[in-house]
């Protein structure tokens, strides 16, 4: 799914690509100790990433470790360039490989209140990637029935409100798939 925000009078396109961590994902009203929020990393207004992390340095790193800033890793016979300080230089990812990122933009986004995406990517893994398809999807999503109340059964209303009329983001999400299928 794509979707076109405007940032500082830039209409930048997103896609569910982007996002290198879905799994990572804290719907907005959710407890969120850690301020976990999608990062989004540009290149000249192009998107290049996006990840959920706690800082910027955190989705950089994620970033790096999904080879999605590779055009900024500097070789190294490159390396001698940036001297003994190595000035413009980020040491990033797991390998804390050395990247020139001067020139990257990166904002944070706020939490969206639900994300098929990470709900889905969630179902694969629980379902140890043997998601089957008995029924022929639904042309406009791509869903089968199916999976649609495989995935709707997965998701379990645990709001606190005793008297809950199907207002939370579970019964919210519920209704989308049922909808989608």
Request: hydrophobic letters at 40%; charged letters at 25%.
């Amino acid at each position: 799914m794509k979707a076109v925000i405007q940032i500082e009078n830039f209409d930048i396109t997103i896609d569910d690509s982007d996002v290198v961590n879905p799994e990572d994902f804290i719907p907005a009203g959710e407890s969120n100790p850690h301020n976990v929020r999608p990062w989004l990393v540009l290149d000249e207004g192009f998107t290049l990433g996006i990840a959920f992390a706690e800082s910027l340095s955190d989705a950089l790193d994620i970033l790096a470790d999904e080879r999605k800033l590779d055009r900024f890793l500097i070789s190294p016979s490159q390396l001698d360039e940036y001297g003994e300080e190595e000035e413009g230089i980020s040491r990033l990812g797991n390998d804390c490989n050395p990247y020139d990122i001067e020139n990257v933009m990166a904002f944070a986004l706020t939490n969206p209140l639900f994300s098929f995406v990470a709900m889905f990517r969630q179902y694969q893994l629980d379902a140890g990637d043997q998601v089957r398809e008995k029924v022929a999807p639904n042309p406009a999503t791509g869903l089968s029935r199916e999976v649609a109340e495989e995935a709707m059964g997965m998701i379990e209303c645990n709001c606190s409100s005793a008297g809950c009329e199907g207002t939370c983001t579970h019964a919210k999400a519920k209704r989308l798939l049922s909808l989608l299928s």
